[in-house]
């Protein structure tokens, strides 16, 4: 009926990114049949056998047009109101405007890879995403695994950090509690934090913390700064902290990356990635040490948010000795093996 | 499993074994999946029994999955979506009405009784053994065209003679 017409296709107001790109699929949902088929099906034969549910053509025009027209009135109660709303409430009117168009539904179900995040209802799907299941995946590590006591309290998380070792070409994410090799570990890890909240552009700080040091003096544990990172800008459309970012200033990185390098039988050492907010300050106390580091020190003094976490593991291979060797560390210790 | 020789016949939407008709004597012979065309001798407490177990399961009675493509997901989806707007809207627009109704019929009452208690009561007085009244109609959302006939009189006892 009104395909085409209607606010749903004019993109003078709106972003290009809020249609799908593909023209077989786009007339797919923007006509009652399949023009072209199910395009969304690799196999020909599968296109040749397929036929939609009965009915669906005749029904869905009219459901089309009568979301599209509640679209519209919250457009025009946003344009009417635009002084009077604050952000949140923009926000939401802008989720709610776009939640139901069929184009941005099925990029955020189907192409959820290349989403754009400077959308609030591309954001909002990938925090519905993430928060059924990633974010839950990561809290049960940290808690298991112990990190949340053993280094800070607790954690709110705000954000999806998403982990990756760059030692080959393969672009693999690590999932929080995984056991990597010294191998994989030994250059610096590339970080994706993706922010929902409409925050403006800020700086964040990142740290890496390893709190299973053997402390042979006191008979316990000590926390080691493996990596510190500080006024990490970070927006929707760049949320990437890799080598890229550091080269173009190095100033940011407080404390150079030093790779895990477990003891032979000493327990397996946590890694755990935590990455805040500094809200829009300078960091008013960026002094920091490798070794007995406090990290609920440094976050009191700096007064900085965390937002996102990650964790690996480390445990000690044959490889070890090799990285220290590239690394110009000292020989490390072999403790004694500890019957369970 | 689908198996003919040759060219159909016209009325073969019939399935399992199609002998020979009136009209050729036919050599095709179609073979349907999960049709029973072999028939088993059975007495009728194993038939009866059979039939009590097959009633249990649901093995082959359950209707075929249906496969969407994605388009047809996000159709399917914005067409309940859709529905569930309009059922919103409906629900709303009602109970604003009932509720519209009843302040207004409760501020009348408030008047009345205000202005003229002795009505009021009169209005609200019980009468025995009467539940419903005669003129109690029950609401519905088509009344008729006419909803009230003013000009009433009741019939004399005269003219009934």
Known sequence: MSFGTGVWSNFSKRSTSLTVSSNKIKQGLLNAGLPFGPATLRK???????????????VYPMAYEILELESSKIYETLSRQANELSMEQKEELLVRAEYHNPEVVFKSH??????????????????????????????????????????????????????????????????????????????????????????PHDLYTVLIVNPDTPDLENDTFSTTLHWALKNVPISSSDICIDALKLQE???RELVSYLPPVPDKNAPVNRLVV?????????????????????????????????VGAHIWRSGWDRNVPNVREIYGLPKGRVFHRVRR | MFKSYGSALPQSLSRGLVGATKQTPTPFIQFVRGKRTKKYDLSPA??????QLSVLSASRKQPKMLKLCPEDIVKHNTVQEAYKLITR?????????????????????????????????????????????????????????VPWYYDYTPESPEDKK
């Not at chain 1, 907010?277 to 990290?295: C, G, H, M, W, Y």
């Open chain 1, 44 to 58: 020909r034969s599968s296109r040749i056998k397929y036929s939609s549910p009965i009915g669906l053509s005749a």
């Open chain 1, 110 to 199: 189907f192409q959820t890879n290349s989403l754009d995040r400077t959308q609030p209802v591309y954001r909002r799907y990938l925090r519905e995403k993430w928060e059924s299941h990633d974010k839950m995946l990561l809290m049960q590590r940290l808690e298991s695994l112990h990190a949340i006591p053993d280094t800070l309290p607790t954690l709110d998380p705000k954000c999806d950090v998403v982990l990756r070792f760059p030692h080959n070409n393969v672009h693999t994410t690590v999932e929080p509690g995984q056991l990597l090799s010294s191998n994989v570990t030994k250059k610096p890890p590339s970080l994706e934090v993706v922010e929902f909240d409409p925050v």
């Open chain 1, 249 to 251: 200033c190095p100033e």
């Open chain 1, 274 to 306: 935590w990455v805040f907010r500094q809200n829009q300050k300078e960091l008013a106390d960026s002094s920091v040490t490798r070794e007995f580091f406090d990290i609920r020190g440094f976050a009191a003094r700096n007064s900085l948010t965390a």
């Open chain 2, 46 to 51: 194993a038939q009866k029994l059979i039939t």
């Open chain 2, 89 to 145: 809207k409906r629900k709303k627009a009602e109970n604003e009405k009932l509720k519209q109704q009843y302040e207004s019929m409760k501020l009348a009452c408030e008047d009345l009784a205000k202005v003229s208690p002795e009505l009021f009561e009169a209005a609200n007085k019980r009468e025995i053994s009467k539940r419903f009244s005669l003129e109690l109609r029950v609401p519905t959302n088509y009344p008729p065209n």
